[in-house]
């Protein structure tokens, strides 16, 4: 299914109903009170959040919305219907910034409601304003017009843990293995476009498109996607064991996230060797020893995997699940 996780809309809250003259008729009376009614209030503009990153590709076709105007005031001082609220869906992760006033809406959790443009208030009809001195008002007021802005929706993946790694490293392939997720696989660069997602023992991992030495700065797929892993609660970091120099690869990456972000480069993050059926047992241990001896990292917790051999899925699934119930 396509994937958005950028939209710009312009909303707007529904206007306040008109408040109206209306008069209550008694029989041998020309006029018998006031008793016309305040017009309703306008619908707000309402965010909910929900689990569902795909969700966003509903709103994508159309650039407008607008909340239901209130209802005018009726007679026998009868109020106005309010305006039904304009609620939108949006996945967990998702920031709404007003472009015009720079606040910003986060949707951290499922069913996080929030309103982001209040409707306009009903006028009021002519019988707000009879008292002692003016017992027969002919004045109402007009509804007021709700708040009306242009919007910038964006969504930051939050995932538990992120698979990282330079294009090719082998993510959606262990993801997939993982998880039973559907991502598409090939032996070229940035066959992910869009990050993907499945869940292991109900821990939600994604697998980030590939990084390369300057995303940072816009280059490959750059900002675009580096943001989706802001929010990761672990990152882990593929090399792939047909890199000839692993610890190029590995610096790469961390020298992009911590130019980035300090944040993201602080995150928990397990080191990850994939396709080690490439390379006999004896050239693998020699690399990660290496790996290990320059990058400071104890062999011990960096892990090597292949994805033809179930033994280590089993051990580095474990391992995940470990490291995100400790966490």
């Known amino acids: 299914m396509p994937f958005i996780d950028e939209l710009h809309l312009h909303l707007a809250a529904g206007r306040g109903g008109d408040g109206v003259v209306r008069w209550l008729h008694l029989k041998g009376k020309d006029l018998s009170g006031a008793a016309g009614g305040n017009g309703g209030r306008g619908g707000d503009v309402v965010v909910t959040a929900i ?62 409601r929030e309103i982001i443009l209040q409707g306009g208030n009903g006028g009021y009809g002519n019988e707000h304003f009879k008292g002692s001195r003016n017992v027969t008002p002919r004045q109402s007021t007009k509804g007021k017009p709700g708040e009306e802005a ?47 997602l499945g869940a292991l023992y109900g821990f939600v991992l994604a697998d980030i498109p590939g990084l390369i030495e300057g995303a940072a700065e816009g280059r490959g797929l750059g900002h675009t996607f580096l943001r989706h892993i802001k929010r990761t609660k672990t990152l882990i970091h593929c090399i792939s064991c047909e890199h000839e120099n692993p610890i190029e690869a590995f610096t790469t990456i961390r020298t992009e996230l911590s130019k980035y972000s300090n944040d993201l480069a602080e995150k928990p993050e397990l080191i990850l060797f994939t396709k080690r059926d490439l390379l006999d047992e004896k050239t693998l241990a020699l690399r990660v020893k290496d790996f290990a001896k320059a990058t400071k990292i104890p062999a011990k917790s960096i892990v090597t995997v292949s994805v033809y051999d179930d033994a280590s899925l089993k051990e580095l699934g474990d391992t995940i699940v470990k490291a995100l119930r400790k966490k």
């Open 51 to 112: 689990r569902d990153i795909t969700v966003l590709l509903r709103y994508n076709d159309q650039k407008s919305y607008e909340a239901e105007d209130g209802a005018p005031g009726g007679s026998q001082s009868k109020e106005g219907r309010d305006g039904k609220e304009l609620l939108f869906e949006f996945p967990v992760g998702t920031v709404i910034t007003n472009v015009q006033t720079g606040q910003r809406f986060e949707l951290l959790t499922e069913g996080q």
């Open 150 to 196: 242009d919007f910038e929706i964006e969504l930051q993946l939050v995932v538990d843990a992120g698979l990282i790694g330079l294009p090719n490293a082998g993510k959606s392939s262990v993801l997939n293995a993982l998880t039973g997720a559907h991502a598409k696989v090939g032996d070229y660069a940035f066959t992910t476009l869009n990050p993907n």
